[in-house]
Each structure stands twice: as C-alpha cells, then as structure tokens.
C-alpha cells in the first residue's frame, strides 16, 4: 500500500486528539484515531444502536454535512491518507475533504473551531469519493506543516480508520538534550523495512507507551530455513549512542534467543537501496542473550562506537518478538 513506510502522524498513540465533532451519535470520533485495525462485533449494540469501531454520525436531515476537528500530537509534513471504512457498508459517507493548518499552540480549542473561515486554513484532500468497506487512498495536495485537521464527511455516515501518512517535524530543542531515546515515534524515528511482520509490525517497537499484550509489539513467524530475521530504524536526526533498552514484555516461548545492533550515517538513499547497503554496516551491539518477558538494558559499554548514526540495523536470531527498543543518546548536529 502507498506510504506503508510512513509514520501515521494521526494515531493516538503519538497524542493526536479529537477536539470538537460535529456529532458522535452511534460512534465516537476518537475512535478512528487509534492504531489497531477496526473490528466487528456482531450482536453487540448499545443504547444509540449498532456499535462501531470507528466515528459514526446520526443520519442527518438538514441539508448540511458533519466534521470534526483534529489536533496532531506533533507538528508533522503530510504525503497522504487511508481513509479506512472497514464494516461501514451501508452507512458510510459518499465524500470527504481535509483542510490543514499550523496554528500557535497557544490557541484555544474553541478559537481553532472558530477560526476555519480565515486564511489560516488550507486544503490538503479537497472533496473525494468514498467506497464502502474500503481502504480509500489519497495524496495529499499541500506539504506544508500542520498542527490540526478538519475532516469534513458529506453528508454523514462513518468512518473505520483515519490513517494520515507524513513525516514529524523535529524538535531543535533536542539537541540540546542528553539521554534520550532516539528512536522514539513521537520524536519521527520509523521503521523502513521488516523482513518478516507476520504477528506485529516494526513501527509497534518505537512506540513510547508502555506494552499492552503481545501484539503490541514486533514478532515474525517461526523461521524453518537457515538465516534470522530483521529490521531497519530511521532516526529523525543523527545521533551518538550511549545505550540500548530492548524489552520482551509479554514474549515468553516466543522470544528471540539473541539480537544485535548494526548501524551507519548516511542521507539522500532511498528507503528500496537500504536493504542492501544495511548488510554492510558496522557493528553498534554485538549479539547479545535475550530472556522472556523482561526489559534488557544494555550500557555504555556494549556500545561498540561512538560515531553518529541515522539508521540502524536491528537482527534478531533466529526469530520472534519483542515489545520495545530503545536506543538512549543525543542528537548531533552535522
């Protein structure tokens, strides 16, 4: 799918939020926020009627048309959009448009409402069809920064997911911080590529809340043929490393028996040549023992250099799962 290796700026788990709906009737507009795949219930109702995993609005009556607005948990650039109405068959919205703005954080919520008639605002998908139980797919038409969405659904109706693929702004105030996690989501580090995501995606590691259960993490399928599995991290900025947190929470029979780190400096590579130019790169962390359901830290002096690295390598043998990785250092300025 279009943009997969980029970072859903929009998901609740990097503090987007949903700060004014026009109407959440059958289903709350947080809803589509959140970073699991949208399920069905049969059976299961509530007092409004059928209950939906998503954001779903009352039919409405008058003419007009729902929306909602949506501050990001970071400044972020946006590519492009899923808008997923996964189960919404007969009630999903035939249309949709995004504006986007950059607004002081400073504003209020009321006042960021108040102000989508003035020039702040501009549009990122102007007005677009909808197919029911689908994965609608769109590219963004404005790459400036963004703090806030307004997601505007003609009429009415639901939707599963709102996936908005981008990439975080950096925060400059970083550089001046020590000990940090480098590769945390909400500071823009993403996972660029898994050889194997067959039980949980890569992007699941450099989340910052704590594991919820075993999906939550990044596991692959039993390997049956020589070899192990591994994954590629970007680092929104170069950085020097000091230290590596690597957690199995929740992987018991299905941990990794070992890992290590390789890792190397370098821009302007697309994301299809890393594959290839990652055999290469120099050892950050030799292999090192793994135990089930336990958070590893590994300091200084498993480090086997101090030179800036803006991706890493991450091997794990033979296969398996982990919940987290941290990487603890201090971005450098090059």
């Known amino acids: 799918m279009e943009f997969e290796n980029q970072i859903n700026v929009a998901s609740s788990d990097l503090g987007t939020k949903v700060i004014f709906s026009s109407d959440e009737f059958f289903a709350d507009a947080e809803r589509m926020l959140k970073p699991s795949e949208p399920v069905f219930i049969e059976g299961k109702f509530d007092d409004h009627g059928k209950w939906m995993d998503g954001w779903e609005t009352r039919r409405r009556r008058d003419g007009k048309n729902d929306y909602c607005f949506i501050q990001l948990g970071q400044r972020s650039v946006i590519n492009g959009f899923n808008i997923n109405t996964r189960h919404f068959t007969g009630n999903y919205p035939p249309g949709i448009s995004i504006l986007g703005c950059c607004i002081n954080e400073d504003m209020s919520e009321k006042n960021i409402a108040d102000s989508v008639d003035n020039n702040l605002w501009f549009d990122l998908l102007e007005m677009s069809n909808l197919e029911g139980d689908s994965n609608n797919i769109f590219t963004s038409i404005s790459q400036k ?151 590893h830290i590994f300091g200084e002096d498993c480090i086997e250099h101090q030179n800036p690295v803006s991706h890493i390598r991450v091997d794990i043998y033979p296969d398996g799962g982990i919940a987290r990785l941290k990487l603890i250092g201090k971005f450098v300025r090059l």
């Open 145 to 295: 920064e963004v703090t806030h969405l307004k997601v505007s659904i003609y009429p009415d109706g639901g939707i599963a997911r709102l996936r908005v693929y981008g990439s975080i702004c950096f925060d400059e105030e970083l550089y001046d911080t020590n000990n940090i996690n480098v590769i945390a989501a909400n500071s823009g580090a993403r996972a660029v590529y898994a050889n194997d995501e067959h039980f949980g995606n890569l992007q699941n590691i450099l989340a910052e809340h704590e594991p919820l259960n075993m999906g939550d993490g990044w596991e692959t399928r039993r390997r049956r043929k020589p070899g192990n599995d591994w994954g590629i991290i970007e680092l929104p900025r170069p950085a020097i490393i000091s230290g590596v947190v690597l957690d199995t929470k929740f992987f018991k029979g299905n941990y990794p028996d070992r890992f290590s780190i390789t890792a190397d400096c370098i821009s302007g590579v697309e994301d299809s040549e890393l594959i290839n130019k990652s055999k290469g790169w120099s050892e950050l962390t030799k292999q090192q023992k793994l135990e089930m359901n336990k958070e």
